[in-house]
Every structure is written in C-alpha cells, then in structure tokens.
C-alpha cells in the first residue's frame, strides 16, 4: 500500500473514531425523543432548541470543559458541585453531559444510596465527606448531605430535632469546606408540575426506563407541594455568600444543559494548560515474532 493510500485509510478511520464519539450523544438525545414520543400526541414544542445549534454549544462547552479539567489538575483544584432537585428534574442528564468527555479520574459523580445501619449512627455529613476531591478532583454529587432537607423532612425519615440540627450544622460544614480551599457550587434543577408529570407518564410507558421509577419517586409526586415547601426552607436557611444556589430552569433539557454548564464554566477562572507535543513512537519489530493463532471458540459471535 503506497503512502498517500496509508494517509487516506489513516484519516478515514480517525474521521469514523470522531463520528462514533459524536453519535454517543446523539444516541442519548434520540433516547430523549423517544421518551417524548411514548406519551400520546408526544410532539416537539415550538419553543425547542434547534438540534444542530444545541450540538454546536454543547460540542463547544464540553471543549471548554476539558480546558477547565487540565487546569483543575495542573493547579490541585478541589471543585465540588451539588445537583439537587425533584424527581426527573433533569439533573442526570446534565451530569452525563457534563462528564461525557472527561477523564473519570478526575471527574467523578457521587450518588450515595441509602444510609446503612452503621452510617445512621454516624455524624450526618461523615458519608459524604469521604466522598469529597483531593487536589486536582471534581466530584459532582447526584443529590447531596440536602436529602436531609428534602426526601427525609418529606418522607419522615428523620426527626424534627435531626433536621433542626442539620441546619445548624450545614452553614458551618460548607463554610470549612471553602475555607479549606474547595470551590463549591450548589445547583436546583427547577420544573414544573406539569413538566414532572409529563417525565414521569413517559417513565411509565417505557420499559427501558421504568427501573427509574422507584415507589418513593412516585410518592414524591402525590407530596408535591410538601417538596415545594421543604425546598424553599432549605433555600432561605442555607443560602449563603461562602455557598449560594443558584436555580437552573430545567422544563427545556437542552437549554437547561446548557445554561448549567456554561455558569459550571463560569464559576471557576482557567486558562490554557501548555502540553506538550505528543509524538507516537514507531513500534519495535522484531522478525522472529509471530502472534500465536487463539482458538475460535474463544470469540465472541460476530452477529452483527
């Protein structure tokens, strides 16, 4: 094969690597549209985000995205980022985004269970604070130590004094926080009533998302307006200069993904990290080497 022929099968399949990595995405917003379409009479609403100009913003923001995480880690930045908010609220789907094109070891997303029986007896933020970055980390928590704010007040599952307690606590935890040197930023993803029971008819409909409608998101729907008043209290008692919310408008997903990552964006000054050239080296060869022949059955079936 002569050289301009290694240089067109070389580009070709590094132009197929890039396709492949874009369709990942694309992959994630058709499900999206399938989700929509599994409601009757599902349509686009006029006010939708033009697909191409959403990808364009997205592309150019997860770009910016990998500038911010070569200077988290060339610097030995701590950035925790809280995403809080109702059921099908829309924060998932932002932190996929988020984290789709950055190194897992330095982005990393915390979505604690349910505490266990050993941990009921811990003091309330230990779980979490085992969870939070060293130096040169992101940790994004999918839902946060604000369970106890929320879902628990809501459902019952801690007492009064317990939930007085944590306000007392929660201010003061996230002022050591900053004061040690983390960036943290607290996001709500806000919907409306008839947007979450839109998301959580399409979850009822769809087999492949039904796994995302446990009993206590279906609970959660009859106690709307109880969540309503635990979020603003929790709001107006734990909004503080050291660690504000800031409330992302999320009944448009596109535009809410968006929005969060570009504030995420601008909520942490970077710049360029210089690297330097990568250079391939060329691969020993040796001519008394030959791969051994593996058994067939050691294959997987190529099916497809």
Request: with cysteine.
């Amino acid at each position: 094969m002569s050289d301009p022929d290694i240089l067109s099968e070389h580009t070709r399949r590094l132009y197929a690597e890039m396709i492949d990595s874009l369709d990942e995405e694309l992959e994630m917003e058709l499900d999206d549209e399938r989700l929509d379409a599994m409601l009757e009479g599902g349509h686009a609403d006029d006010s939708d985000m033009d697909r191409r100009q959403y990808f364009r913003e997205l592309l150019r923001l997860q770009g910016e995205l990998v500038k911010l995480q070569d200077w988290v880690v060339d610097n030995r930045l701590k950035i925790v980022v809280l995403f809080e908010g109702r059921d099908a609220a829309g924060k998932g789907g932002a932190i996929k985004r988020i984290t789709q094109r950055l190194n897992p070891r330095v982005c990393r997303v915390a979505a604690l269970p349910a505490p266990n029986d050993r941990e009921r007896t811990q003091w309330y933020f230990q779980r979490y604070a085992s969870h939070l970055p060293a130096g040169g980390e992101i940790v994004l928590f999918d839902r946060s130590w604000y369970n106890r704010a929320g879902v628990e007040r809501v459902m019952g599952f801690c007492t009064d004094s317990e939930y007085e307690e944590f306000f007392r606590s929660v201010t003061e935890f996230e002022k050591m926080l900053v004061r040690s040197g983390i960036v943290l930023i607290k996001y709500w993803f806000s919907i409306s009533d008839e947007e979450q029971h839109r998301r959580f008819l399409a979850r009822v409909h769809d087999p492949l998302k039904q796994w995302k409608l446990s009993p206590m998101d279906l609970e959660s729907r009859r106690r709307w307006e109880a969540y309503t008043k635990a979020k603003e209290e929790m709001m107006e008692r734990s909004h503080i200069p050291e660690a504000r919310w800031w409330i992302v408008e999320g009944v448009d997903k596109k535009r809410a993904r968006l929005n969060c990552i570009r504030h995420l964006l601008d909520q942490v000054p970077y710049g360029e990290v210089d690297h330097p050239d990568v250079l391939l080296p060329e691969r020993e060869h040796h001519p008394d080497y030959s791969r051994n022949p593996q058994p067939q059955n050691m294959y997987v079936p190529a099916v497809y």
